[in-house]
């Protein structure tokens, strides 16, 4: 193990057993799902969809993890406006982006609808705004009633196991419908903990966790991404948070990830870690993710920022590790939509 942290207790077990990652089953859905092509079918009666912008916005919309501030929509500013949906991965990078935008001096405008788990996944997700299938007759559309107004520029996911294209085409068709010009991004997951321990290993190893995240990355690109792009060409795009973490971690076995002092904080007892439970992410991590965020949507490197988290927040040291693992990842990674073939740390897009 790197950067002083112990070996997991486990492995002096002699009846140790290869830990397993957690939280990646997705429940069954029946083939074709009904959420998208299925208009005249009777499971789609009243969904969200369907109905007239005005009858949209009139519903109600109040919940403990939906941020639903008036007005619906903003006229445009000097930062992106950003409708969202997602899960406890992507809450972290949820949290951290007002900051960093702020930091960066945007005016950014937020407004998300998340749950935890498979729950907040763009399929469960559509199906709780709509008030359809898993949500039959509880509509609950925080980010529809907003994208009605046509003044966002943004929507974001947290990607689920066993993701199909058409869980995301009925959100693409409905933002494109009142907001033409929308861009779209996808979480991309990462590594867990568990992640790291190969056959017959006692302790993670960065050599299992490459293999990992290539074979993470292989289904969005492979699949996912492309039947995607054929739909809408040039308008979906992945936030890279599986290439973000394998760069930290790569870090971190090399004993180069400043004050990041263990992997899995349940096990090890050490914090701040990379994970604080092997799935979820440790201490200050939500910076990274949130830097990737960042460097994604607006095709800049966090490096430009010169305003920076308090130190007792994050770490000045580390804090710059992450603004440059952000960027790296953002531009190495073809499904980001950004390059930068100068250096300048400007997007060859926007430049």
């Known amino acids: 193990m790197a950067q002083g942290a112990p070996k997991p207790k486990a492995s002096k077990d002699p009846e140790f057993k290869r830990p397993q990652s957690k939280h ?17 079918h009777p499971a789609m009666r009243g969904a969200t969809y369907l109905m007239k912008a005005e009858e949209i ?19 445009k500013g000097s ?9 406890s991965w992507m809450r972290p990078g949820y949290g951290t982006l007002p900051h960093i935008a702020r930091a960066a001096g945007l005016e950014q405008r937020m407004r998300l609808n998340t749950r935890g788990g498979e729950a907040g996944g763009a399929r469960m997700m559509w199906e709780l705004e709509n008030g359809i299938l898993s949500s039959k007759g509880k509509p609950f559309p925080v980010c529809m009633a907003a994208i009605t107004t046509g003044q966002w520029d943004v929507m974001m996911w947290g990607g689920y196991t066993n993701d199909r294209p058409e869980y995301y085409f009925g959100w693409i068709d409905f933002c494109l419908k009142h907001n ?14 568990a992640n790291g321990f190969g056959e017959g290993d006692r302790e993670p190893r960065i050599e299992n966790y490459r293999v990992f995240a290539t074979q993470r990355n292989r ?4 699949k996912l991404m492309a039947e995607i792009e054929k739909r809408y060409p040039g308008k979906v795009h992945v936030l890279p948070t599986n290439e973000a973490m394998l760069l930290a971690l790569e870090l ?11 992997l899995n904080r349940k096990v090890d007892g050490k914090s701040p870690s990379i994970w604080s439970d092997g799935g979820h992410l440790g201490k200050g991590m939500n910076w990274l993710e949130g830097y990737v965020f960042y460097a994604t949507l607006y095709k800049k490197s966090p ?18 590790v992450f603004r440059k693992i952000a960027w790296q990842a953002v531009v190495n990674y073809p499904l980001s939509g950004v390059t930068d073939k100068n250096g300048n740390g400007i997007g060859d897009e926007i430049e």
């Open 24 to 40: 990646r089953t997705s429940r069954p859905v029946p083939n074709p799902w009904l959420g998208f092509g299925h208009d005249d």
């Open 219 to 222: 289904p969005v690109t492979t």
């Open 180 to 193: 033409p010009k929308m861009e779209f991004y996808r979480f991309n997951g990462w590594p867990q903990w």
């Open 303 to 320: 490096e430009l920022i010169k305003a920076r988290p308090p130190e007792k927040v994050l770490a000045g040291e580390l804090d710059k």
């Open 57 to 75: 916005q009139a519903m109600p919309r109040r919940g403990k993890n939906a941020n639903n501030q008036e007005p619906l929509g903003f006229a």
């Open 252 to 262: 971190y076995f090399q004993g180069k990830l400043p004050g990041i002092k263990g």
């Open 79 to 87: 930062g992106l406006r950003i409708v969202g949906t997602g899960h």
